[in-house]
């Protein structure tokens, strides 16, 4: 099967992240109206002995999930596109995450300003809350 057969139905190819993104993923985003989502598919090279996500993995995957929700929000309310950065990643570990399992961030972003914006949002594996994430993003400069 390949890959984008094991993407659930409305997820694109995710357009935002770097090079560091681009070697973990390929990651999948689907934008609601007061969501962002960024999913994958969860793979062994993501899991640690025990045949779960890597409690990093975990972390990036908020990071990148928080951080591309700021960003779609950000020109959903018509700014331009600037580098983000983040500030602080706050994490709470609630349950493992099986290999295989379709694996994604949950973003909403309550408050968008113009130097600092606000995330949070649910990690679910398969549906099922993982982690829960917040982060606070620096607005840096613009992007070409």
């Known amino acids: 099967m390949g890959e984008a057969e094991e993407v659930p139905e409305g997820f694109v190819p995710a357009t935002h992240g770097g090079p560091y993104a681009r ?14 989502v960024l999913g994958l598919r969860l793979r062994h090279r993501h899991c640690n002995s025990a ?11 908020a990071d990148l999930g ?26 709470d570990y609630a349950a493992p995450a099986r290999e295989g399992c379709w694996l994604e961030m949950r973003a909403e972003v309550p408050r968008l300003g113009r130097t600092l914006c606000f995330t949070e949002g649910a990690i679910l594996a398969d549906g099922r809350r993982v982690a829960r994430a917040s982060a606070v993003m ?3 400069g613009p992007r070409a």
Do not use: D
């Open 66 to 91: 928080l951080i591309h929700a700021a960003s779609v929000m950000r020109e959903r309310a018509g700014w331009p596109r600037h580098f983000l950065t983040t500030v602080t990643l706050n994490i």
């Open 138 to 140: 620096a607005v840096l």
């Open 23 to 36: 070697e973990l993923g390929p990651f999948w985003s689907k934008v609601e109206e007061a969501q962002v």
């Open 51 to 61: 045949g779960a996500a890597h409690g990093g993995f975990i972390a990036t995957l």
